[in-house]
């Protein structure tokens, strides 16, 4: 009876250790699938009508949706990597954990610009032409990427440059901190996160607060836009999740102690997952013009010549 037990208890252990990474990577996975065909259908919307390749406000809006596709695809890669291969090469994991940081980096820039849209809309139109015309748009989103990469490629040279050959040349479970581990990256990397935050939660609450004065008006688009704006803050308190996510870890390990993998299923997907699946809801739903375009191709319901197109927009 006793040994029948314990091999009982064993092979249950064995069960539970190995349908539980299973579970989560098929949800990591399903998720992942999921935003992106939302987020194709959103681009497919845009590039087929010509409304919305002149349009700032769309433009921006495309750039957060391509930038959180390829967001999403890289740290589902990254999350199903650690548990099948579990460590992969120093500098294999460099070439997905870069583009994977520039692009998380992107998601709250992104959004303090489409802000600072919206506020020159509502409480300067007669400049809004000039200030938010399509060559400027493409220029601030050049921008966004300069400034994500600053944040992160100074990590590689002093990777290079400090780290010894052995290490490179080694395995590693595949995150930021296990890469760039030197404790200038983690200075650096502190302060980068902070200017961001700094940074955009000033330009949300400077354009809320100008945008809420117009709104007083009875302004339609100015209620309009400022409700897009608590949207947008909304956003952005998601994404702030990641910068405070060392020391939520710290938290909830001391509080659950033997939940380790199960906190960082969790804080994936609230860090990770929730943000870029939140953003075509709440962005690309809204919009009426956009909405009605997103669900004819979502739905594949609507295969029409182009022309009929141009006839449609007019």
């Given at each position: 009876?006793?040994?029948?037990?314990?091999?009982?208890?064993?092979?249950?252990?064995?069960?539970?250790?190995?349908?539980?990474?299973?579970?989560?990577?098929?949800?990591?996975?399903?998720?992942?699938?999921?935003?992106?065909?939302?987020?194709?259908?959103?681009?497919?919307?845009?590039?087929?009508?010509?409304?919305?390749?002149?349009?700032?406000?769309?433009?921006?809006?495309?750039?957060?949706?391509?930038?959180?596709?390829?967001?999403?695809?890289?740290?589902?890669?990254?999350?199903?990597?650690?548990?099948?291969?579990?460590?992969?090469?120093?500098?294999?994991?460099?070439?997905?954990?870069?583009?994977?940081?520039?692009?998380?980096?992107?998601?709250?820039?992104?959004?303090?610009?489409?802000?600072?849209?919206?506020?020159?809309?509502?409480?300067?139109?007669?400049?809004?032409?000039?200030?938010?015309?399509?060559?400027?748009?493409?220029?601030?989103?050049?921008?966004?990427?300069?400034?994500?990469?600053?944040?992160?490629?100074?990590?590689?040279?002093?990777?290079?440059?400090?780290?010894?050959?052995?290490?490179?040349?080694?395995?590693?479970?595949?995150?930021?901190?296990?890469?760039?581990?030197?404790?200038?990256?983690?200075?650096?990397?502190?302060?980068?996160?902070?200017?961001?935050?700094?940074?955009?939660?000033?330009?949300?609450?400077?354009?809320?607060?100008?945008?809420?004065?117009?709104?007083?008006?009875?302004?339609?688009?100015?209620?309009?836009?400022?409700?897009?704006?608590?949207?947008?803050?909304?956003?952005?308190?998601?994404?702030?999740?990641?910068?405070?996510?060392?020391?939520?870890?710290?938290?909830?390990?001391?509080?659950?102690?033997?939940?380790?993998?199960?906190?960082?299923?969790?804080?994936?997907?609230?860090?990770?997952i929730l943000p870029r699946l939140v953003s075509p809801i709440v962005y690309g739903l809204r919009d009426k013009t956009f909405r009605k375009y997103f669900k004819m191709y979502l739905l594949c319901t609507m295969n029409?010549?182009?022309?009929?197109?141009?006839?449609?927009?007019?």
């Amino acid at each position: 009876m006793n040994a029948s037990s314990a091999n009982l208890t064993v092979v249950l252990q064995y069960q539970d250790s190995f349908t539980k990474p299973v579970t989560e990577n098929v949800i990591v996975v399903v998720l992942g699938i999921s935003i992106n065909y939302i987020n194709a259908s959103l681009i497919h919307s845009f590039s087929k009508n010509q409304i919305f390749h002149t349009n700032p406000q769309y433009i921006l809006f495309f750039h957060l949706v391509v930038n959180n596709m390829i967001q999403v695809t890289l740290t589902v890669m990254l999350f199903v990597i650690c548990y099948i291969i579990y460590k992969i090469n120093v500098s294999v994991c460099c070439l997905l954990v870069v583009p994977a940081i520039m692009t998380t980096q992107n998601t709250p820039l992104n959004i303090a610009f489409m802000a600072a849209e919206c506020y020159i809309a509502v409480c300067i139109p007669l400049r809004y032409n000039n200030l938010c015309s399509v060559k400027r748009t493409y220029i601030v989103i050049g921008i966004m990427w300069t400034c994500s990469s600053f944040s992160v490629l100074p990590d590689v040279f002093i990777l290079f440059a400090i780290e010894p050959l052995e290490f490179i040349y080694s395995k590693v479970m595949c995150s930021r901190d296990a890469v760039f581990r030197s404790k200038y990256s983690l200075k650096k990397r502190d302060a980068s996160h902070m200017l961001f935050l700094v940074g955009v939660w000033l330009t949300l609450f400077y354009t809320y607060f100008r945008i809420l004065f117009v709104a007083k008006a009875a302004n339609t688009d100015a209620k309009k836009a400022r409700n897009t704006l608590l949207l947008h803050g909304f956003q952005v308190l998601l994404c702030m999740m990641v910068y405070v996510q060392p020391m939520l870890l710290h938290v909830l390990r001391y509080l659950f102690p033997g939940s380790l993998s199960a906190i960082y299923f969790v804080l994936f997907i609230i860090n990770q997952i929730l943000p870029r699946l939140v953003s075509p809801i709440v962005y690309g739903l809204r919009d009426k013009t956009f909405r009605k375009y997103f669900k004819m191709y979502l739905l594949c319901t609507m295969n029409v010549h182009p022309k009929t197109t141009v006839m449609m927009l007019t």
